[in-house]
């Protein structure tokens, strides 16, 4: 049987039980495509809740819907109930009741003062995916000044969607008729024509919630979509607004923009509308500083093309960003006016601990991070083909960077083509790697520790000392030269290091017995 017989198999298979539960109202897209777990669970609501109260009151709110108008599936399913302001929350009790997942006071978890609950749906007999889903009532929400919690109350389905931020994610869908709503007008037309507006007065959707300012700058990256002169004027107005949010809800909208297709933008339009120097302040003084012969760009525009030129990869990404934000500590121009930037990567990497602590990142992300803006240098003395690399440096190299070896080669790869044509090593990291493959190819992959270690010592009747660590360090140099190294090796290393102590002990002796 090919996959194409089976593909329809499965499919006649499905269209059976769907006329044997009498579900023939569902679309025929429903039937054909394959469902993800989101599709799922809105056939399975759609379903259950025909023939009761919930039928033409459950919508599926927000990005949700949006996805689907860009033809992309549905996720982050999130719902509106239509009703009192307890109906998000009366329905996930019923819902969870109707699924056996309903334990009092702990699934649904409720928010009763803003209506809102969320309901823990694990892998049961209904077949659903383990999920959360989160539903709420329309709602209005009253800012007062100074505070980010609202006076909540009761509304329509016209209140819920003004209270969301942009026209594009303001689009609800009825799950049992399926049909979308746009009661702005302009939802699904900005999406078509690719416009980034606020559903209301920008001045009060951004002062009611300041993230948003970040988010709309997220959302135009993510689509390349353009953004309307009064949405953007207010950005401006309001920039200073992000100070009054925490650093851990900035941080998560910063990463968003990092991960995505087009980071640069996303930080040059923080720049542009002045949010970037209430998020990092730092970046201020990159912004016009000349570099040296090997660039072409100021500071802060190369750091965006070397971010431009990473992966998707969140650690790699923050690695680009900061890797050269020790250049406005460390820059010096020489009399002949050539510039240079001596340490700059160690400066850097204080500066990037001093910045992701500052915004609350986990120190295990900014210890990576702070290691990749460090050693960011290493090779760079290795020319185009990596021939000025030896061994033992490199070998050096990757027993610092540690497990962040990939990552760090990434960034690496990114500076050198972001640097002017002169000065490009296209090449370099590409046969760095395969220098390592090879290196790693020479070693007994038992040798990858030193054959002596301090406990060794120890048991020789040593003491933790300064020589103590001096041996350990001619041993790890040993094996940066010949990894291969043997316990006798070692113990050579040893046994030389302890006759020399004791030839000069005797000579300083011998010294002063003569002054004697």
């Not at 980034?196 to 300041?210: L, V």
Request: proline letters at 3%.
């Amino acid at each position: 049987m090919n996959k194409y017989t089976f593909f329809y198999l499965k499919k006649q298979i499905y269209l059976y039980l769907c006329i044997y539960f009498n579900n023939l109202n569902m679309k025929l897209s429903d039937i054909i495509l394959e469902s993800t777990e989101e599709q799922k669970i809105l056939d399975f609501l759609k379903h259950k809740i025909k023939g009761t109260e919930w039928e033409n009151r459950v919508f599926l709110a927000g990005g949700a819907v949006r996805d689907e108008i860009m033809g992309k599936h549905p996720k982050d399913l999130d719902f509106l109930i239509d009703g009192e302001l307890s109906a998000g929350i009366d329905f996930s009790i019923w819902l969870g009741k109707e699924l056996g997942e309903y334990k009092k006071d702990s699934n649904p978890v409720i928010f009763p003062r803003y209506g809102t609950s969320k309901l823990s749906i694990s892998k049961n007999k209904h077949n659903l995916p383990n999920i959360d889903l989160e539903f709420v009532a329309p709602r209005k929400e009253k800012y007062t000044k100074g505070s980010r919690k609202p006076i909540v109350s009761g509304g329509k389905l016209m209140d819920d969607v003004l209270r969301r931020d942009l026209s594009i994610n303001s689009l609800l869908k009825n799950i049992t008729t399926d049909e979308i709503l746009d009661l702005t007008g302009k939802g699904i037309n900005d999406i078509k024509k690719g416009i980034i507006r606020t559903t209301s007065d920008p001045e009060i959707i951004f002062k009611e919630d300041p993230l948003r300012l970040i988010r709309t700058i997220r959302f135009m990256t993510k689509y390349n979509f353009k953004i309307t002169k009064s949405t953007y004027d207010n950005i401006v107005k309001n920039a200073e607004l992000i100070n009054t949010i925490s650093k851990e809800r900035v941080k998560d909208e910063l990463n968003k923009i990092l991960e995505g297709n087009n980071p640069s933008k996303g930080i040059n339009l923080l720049r542009k509308t002045g949010l970037l120097k209430y998020i990092i302040g730092e970046f201020n003084d990159t912004i016009g500083m000349t570099q040296n012969i090997h660039h072409n760009q100021d500071v802060f525009q190369h750091s965006l093309s070397v971010l431009k030129n990473t992966p998707p990869d969140l650690k790699t990404r923050l690695m680009a960003l900061f890797h050269d934000i020790g250049k406005v500590l460390t820059k010096t121009v020489s009399p002949d006016g050539s510039v240079h930037f001596y340490g700059h990567e160690d400066a850097s990497e204080k500066m990037v601990k001093d910045i992701m602590f500052r915004l609350k990142y986990p120190n295990e992300l900014i210890n990576a991070v702070a290691t990749g803006v460090k050693h960011h240098m290493d090779l760079k003395h290795g020319d185009d083909d990596a021939s000025k690399i030896s061994d033992k440096s490199l070998r050096k190299f990757v027993t610092a960077v540690g497990e962040n070896l990939t990552h760090i080669l990434d960034l690496i790869h990114a500076d050198n083509i972001s640097h002017s044509d002169e000065s490009s090593m296209k090449n370099q990291i590409n046969n760095v790697r395969q220098r390592i493959d090879k290196l790693n190819s020479q070693v007994n992959k038992s040798n990858f520790k030193l054959p002596i270690n301090g406990d060794d010592l120890i048991a020789l009747g040593m003491k933790p000392s300064q020589q103590f660590r001096e041996i350990l360090q001619l041993i790890q140099d040993a094996w940066y030269d010949n990894p291969n190294i043997t316990r006798d090796d070692a113990m050579k290393i040893v046994d030389m290091y302890r006759s020399k102590i004791t030839n000069n002990i005797n000579e300083i002796k011998s010294i002063i017995n003569s002054v004697g």
